[in-house]
């Protein structure tokens, strides 16, 4: 079983930058796929980012390709999604997650899920 908690939320203004982590619980975080979702009030959850369980692979949402960046370390169970040229729109509560799939954009295939920080975008 792997527990998940998410930090580095926050408000910040349009433009600017963030960095969310990710810190996992469990000997097998290495074994997983991750992925970072997103929701905003009254939205359904979105998938934003994924990255393969070795890190060699990272898979993006259209809206936040060539600005977010996802990554991992292994050795620290840690996944890392650094958000740059953020957007009002990029306004949400941020999930992270996990999956025994190679990747995977989809909710149902993530066996286990953080509680979720905040960003806030906005001047």
């Known amino acids: 079983q792997v527990q998940l908690v998410e930090f580095g939320g926050g408000l910040v203004q349009p433009g600017g930058s963030l960095r969310l982590s990710c810190a996992a619980s469990?000997?097998?975080?290495?074994?997983?796929?991750m992925g970072w979702f997103r929701q905003a009030p009254g939205n359904e959850r979105k998938f934003v980012a994924a990255i393969s369980w070795s890190g060699g692979n990272t898979y993006y949402a259209d809206s936040v390709k060539g600005r977010f960046t996802i990554s991992r370390d292994n050795a620290k169970n840690t996944v890392y999604l650094q958000m740059n040229s953020l957007k009002p729109e990029d306004t949400a509560v941020y999930y992270c997650?996990?999956?025994?799939?190679?990747?995977?954009?989809?909710?149902?295939?993530?066996?286990?899920w953080g509680q979720g920080t905040q960003v806030t975008v906005s001047s």
């Open positions: 997650a996990a999956t025994t799939t190679d990747w995977s954009p989809y909710l149902w295939e993530y066996d286990y």
């Open positions: 469990g000997r097998t975080f290495s074994s997983y796929a």
